[in-house]
T-cell receptor, first 111, second 113 residues
Framework: QKEVEQDPGPLSVPEGAIVSLNCTYS??????FMWYRQYSRKGPELLMY????GNKEDGRFTAQVDKSSKYISLFIRDSQPSDSATYLC???????????FGQGTRLTINP | SAVISQKPSRDICQRGTSLTIQCQVD?????MFWYRQQPGQSLTLIAT?????????ESGFVIDKFPISRPNLTFSTLTVSNMSPEDSSIYLC??????????FGSGTRLTVV
């Protein structure tokens, strides 16, 4: 079993839709949870970061962490064509330098 | 945030040869990380490079295959040695920013033929 599981998609939705991206994980030591966005031929860029359980909102993006279920989500509201990218979840344990990534979900927002 | 320049951006190499990838950061950083991103797969950490010490390799990666240099606090290289088609991948360097954020280079897209 992989430490982090993410549905690779691809996921295609119309502009303006609400998008839900999800990851599950098996390591209960993970405390820090991140979402990265990766455009084609670019490196990943940090989109959202959360610590432990709870919600965090940044503009059209909301990150949720449910540690009891070992489940994290990223919601994108009012999706735009510029949101088309691969979204990767990543997580790490307390004191650990190593990030463990999900497989990435390729998202396309259709105008 | 730090800006990372990675070279080359892409290359096509013959099997059995070696390729050295360079990573330059615009600020001094203690730790630099090298990742591999295989087609349709997640990013996998190859090794962590500290200046002035040997790199620390993750399970499944060995120094003979992926030698790393870290001559100063702004630069590192990763060599992919004796390449085979299975080494075709995107290689990314990364540095830690703040408590938990990581910045990535644009990656080196390697194709081995």
């Amino acid at each position: 079993q992989k430490e982090v599981e993410q549905d690779p998609g691809p996921l295609s939705v119309p502009e303006g839709a609400i998008v839900s991206l999800n990851c599950t994980y098996s390591n209960s030591a993970f405390q820090y949870f991140m979402w990265y966005r990766q455009y084609s031929r670019k490196g990943p860029e940090l989109l959202m970061y959360t610590y432990s359980s709870g919600n965090k909102e940044d503009g059209r993006f909301t990150a949720q962490v449910d540690k009891s279920s070992k489940y994290i989500s990223l919601f994108i509201r009012d999706s735009q064509p510029s949101d088309s990218a691969t979204y990767l979840c990543a997580m790490s344990a307390q004191g650990a330098q190593k990030l463990v990534f999900g497989q990435g979900t390729r998202l396309t927002i259709n105008p | 945030s730090a800006v990372i320049s990675q070279k080359p951006s892409r290359d096509i190499c013959q099997r059995g040869t070696s390729l050295t990838i360079q990573c330059q950061v615009d600020s001094q950083v203690t730790m630099m990380f090298w990742y591999r991103q295989q087609p349709g797969q997640s990013l996998t950490l190859i090794a962590t490079a500290n200046q002035g010490s040997e790199a620390t390799y993750e399970s499944g990666f060995v120094i003979d295959k992926f030698p790393i240099s870290r001559p100063n606090l702004t630069f590192s290289t990763l060599t992919v040695s004796n390449m085979s088609p299975e080494d075709s991948s995107i290689y990314l360097c990364s540095v830690k920013q703040g408590a938990h954020g990581y910045t990535f280079g644009s990656g080196t897209r390697l194709t081995v033929v």
